[in-house]
């Protein structure tokens, strides 16, 4: 059996260049991308925020003490006693608005941006 080719005509390759060029333009316009400032741990201790650089972060939550490591512009939860590891396993993150939770030691890490409000995500009547 013979495969037929599939001729893109300009067209074509005129609306893949206009939904690259919208996705780029909706991206950087809606902040994504946008490095952290700031670094908010929430435990039930409380919450503190740290400057976002290079440092080891504990934080004590119902299970024992949850270890957050800050290297080059990015943060992951290094140790944790929770039974599963789950957080441990979610990786590095980097930019404004992502979070790292334990959710068995009540830890919660998220990423804020420097100078401005908390973000609003939605606001309902």
């Known amino acids: 059996m013979r495969r037929e080719r599939v001729k893109l005509r300009a067209g074509d390759i005129l609306v893949l260049v206009l939904a690259l060029l919208g996705w780029i333009v909706s991206w950087r316009a809606l902040g994504a991308g946008e490095r952290a400032a700031l670094i908010q741990v929430r435990s039930p201790q409380g919450e503190r925020t740290y400057p976002f650089v290079a440092s080891d972060l504990d934080a004590e939550g119902p299970l024992g003490r949850?270890?957050?490591?800050?290297?080059?512009?990015?943060?992951?939860?290094?140790?944790?006693?929770?039974?599963?590891?789950?957080?441990?396993?979610?990786?590095?993150i980097a930019h404004e608005g992502e979070a790292l939770i334990c959710l068995p030691n009540?830890?919660?890490?998220?990423?804020?941006?420097?100078?401005?409000?908390?973000a609003v995500d939605a606001i309902s009547r």
Do not use: N, Y
Request: positive net charge; charged residues 20%.
């Open 66 to 92: 949850t270890r957050i490591l800050c290297r080059d512009g990015r943060v992951r939860i290094l140790s944790s006693p929770c039974p599963d590891g789950l957080c441990v396993k979610m990786g590095w």
């Open 106 to 118: 009540q830890v919660f890490v998220t990423l804020a941006p420097k100078g401005r409000g908390a």
